[in-house]
DNA sequence: CGATTTTTAGACCGATCTGTCTGATAGTCT
DNA sequence: AGACTATCAGACAGATCGGTCTAAAAATCG
């Protein structure tokens, strides 16, 4: 609920009565809205994390392994209800600080690590180039799926990675 | 401060009081929230179509237009305060059916027919393919900029954008 | 079994939300 | 001047917000 329709705009009232429990409950296991807010947004950390380490399974080229995380991206989109970055969406309305924003750049700072690890990895000369290049693909890909519906937003993005891939120049 | 705070965080009070109005003028000039709301986004479209204008004066070449638009965007996103697109924004945390999911539709309608109109005027033999792949570095420049501050995100933009210009196919 | 933890329904709290109403005041027209 | 329009400050209303509390029931565990 808070992904499809928003954490301000559900209310502790809602969610009491969509999980079927008492209030009493909830706040016996959180702290506060903030902490239930903050658990949903690890759990979708989580599972992006787990989504992209499976497209990636098995594969050795750091090179596939950077596009298998647009694989990863065409399937979240294509799931039904998808309604772009639960961490970009609770942040758009979120306070500096809040806990949304913490979830947003922990999420971000792993993206771009991780983007930067597998681009020194296939040895390229400026890897934090091509890091940055992929990561604007990306965020273009989520944000087009968003905001136009377009299913094929991903794939262009895909496309666009490997051709920047393919024209970066590389030490090995 | 519905831009820079968010449309739900920022109440009518809020706003009655850093206007120096008072709140019956608010609601004797616009007949709710929503109204103000939509006024607000409609400023905002407005201003930016503006912006993306003045850009691209004086320009002839439909190529130099679209180039234009990323010129335009480095502006909005070198402005103090910025905080990504406002209506992705407003409409990150809104129903389907309200007046923010209308004013998104709006712009970003204007937006693919301008894309595609200059990509027809360029004379690419796939115009719609040009404009989806500008649409997407366009939409990964300014989620890239709001998520991670990165300065260079819409230059980085610009240049990719430059290469499909440069790679596809034209009839002229 | 007894002791402890957890869940239950729902009344209740204070704060805040959008929006209305009042009655006076000020500005703007002909 | 007179009629109309707009603004004012702020009390007020009804709903909803996150969160607390109670007292009983249920589940868990050594």
């Known amino acids: 609920m808070f992904y499809s329709e928003g954490v301000h705009t559900v209310g502790i009232d809602k969610v009491i009565k969509e999980a079927g ?4 409950s909830l706040f016996y296991n959180f702290s506060g809205k ?4 903050a658990a949903y947004l690890e759990g ?3 599972r992006r994390r787990d ?3 499976r497209h990636q399974q098995g594969l050795k080229d750091p090179i596939e392994k950077l596009l298998a995380i647009f694989d990863a991206l065409n399937e979240a989109v294509a799931a039904p209800g998808y309604r772009g ?4 969406n609770a942040n758009a309305e979120a306070l500096p600080g809040s806990v949304e924003a ?15 690890a597998l681009g020194k990895e296939a040895g390229f000369t400026d890897a934090a180039d091509v890091a940055a ?3 604007l693909l990306y965020d273009g890909a989520v944000a087009n799926s968003q905001l136009d519906t377009h299913p094929d937003a991903v794939r262009l993005a895909k496309e666009l990675a490997s051709m920047v891939l ?7």
Chains 1, 2 share one sequence.
Do not use: H
């Not at 903030?34 to 807010?37: G, H, Q, Y």
């Not at 970055?85 to 970009?88: H, N, R, S, V």
């Not at 913490?102 to 930067?116: C, G, V």
């Open 44 to 46: 979708r950390d989580q």
């Open 21 to 24: 429990v008492a209030k009493g």
């Open 133 to 135: 290049r992929l990561g």
């Open 51 to 53: 989504r992209i380490a």
């Open 102 to 116: 913490k979830a947003l750049r922990t999420f971000r700072d792993w993206l771009a690590d991780t983007l930067l």
């Open 166 to 172: 393919n024209s970066s120049p590389r030490t090995t």
């Open 85 to 88: 970055c639960a961490f970009a």
């Open 34 to 37: 903030d902490d239930l807010v």
